[in-house]
């Protein structure tokens, strides 16, 4: 069964330095996401991405972020400049979006820890 | 806006009995519902989910969930919990009728299943 798929699990980084987490859709998707989980926290919007432009995302995701498909099968998630705050669990989603199909599949996580 | 809410953070059951999450959504339109679960350390499972059609919704490992609209509810059960069941539930909206594709996760159920 395709699955979504992210590198690194897991990630140590210093503040301030920049961090590309990634992201393989399943390969028949057209949507693709970003949520993010601190500790002890719900699942939270970052961004939604269709057709090469982002579609829609939260206050969350500022100027230190942004997004890409840089070759058609990855999906990247940039943080600029990182905080201690960004430490949290990074997950990808990918939805078909055709029809009824409504279900986003989500990849198995990066967990970040901005030290 | 949506939004959703799950009425218990933590449940205890012991093995063998029956299981029920409580979720509460609000939605301005149609609401499409799901429940993900969340082993230890893993990513996002989809569980089941609701998108208009049966109000009886038959998901994974024996769980199903029930949306009733006049209650604004869609609790999660199970007859029969088994040890492999402990993990994090996360009950989730989408309205695709507003075009936000984004899901709004509730905060989460940690169910303990006791010998």
């Known amino acids: 069964e395709p699955e979504v798929t992210q590198t690194p699990s897991h990630q140590v980084t210093q503040m301030g330095q920049e961090v590309i987490l990634r992201c393989v859709p399943i390969s028949n998707h057209l949507y693709f996401y970003w949520y993010r989980q601190i500790l002890g926290q719900k699942v939270e919007f970052l961004v939604s991405?269709?057709?090469?432009?982002?579609?829609?995302k939260s206050e969350i995701f500022d100027d230190q972020f942004s997004v890409e498909r840089p070759d058609g099968s990855n999906f990247t998630l940039k943080i600029r400049s990182t905080k201690l705050e960004d430490s949290a669990m990074y997950f990808c989603a990918s939805w078909l979006g055709l029809g009824i199909e409504e279900t986003q599949y989500f990849g198995p996580g990066t967990r970040l820890l901005v030290l | 806006a949506q939004s959703v809410t799950q009425l218990d953070s933590h449940v205890s059951v012991s093995e063998g009995t029956p299981v029920l999450l409580r979720c509460n959504y609000s939605?301005?339109?149609?609401?499409?519902l799901f429940w993900y679960v969340q082993h230890p350390n893993k990513g996002l499972q989809l569980l089941l989910k609701y998108t208009s059609a049966a109000t009886l919704v038959k998901g994974i490992n024996g769980f199903e969930a029930e949306f009733k609209k006049s209650e604004t509810s869609f609790h999660l059960t199970k007859p029969s919990a088994h040890m492999s069941d402990a993990a994090e539930y996360f009950c989730v909206v989408s309205s695709m009728d507003t075009g936000r594709r984004a899901l709004t996760f509730g905060s989460g159920t940690r169910l303990q299943v006791q010998p």
């Open positions: 991405f269709y057709n090469n432009e982002i579609s829609e």
């Open positions: 939605s301005s339109y149609s609401p499409s």
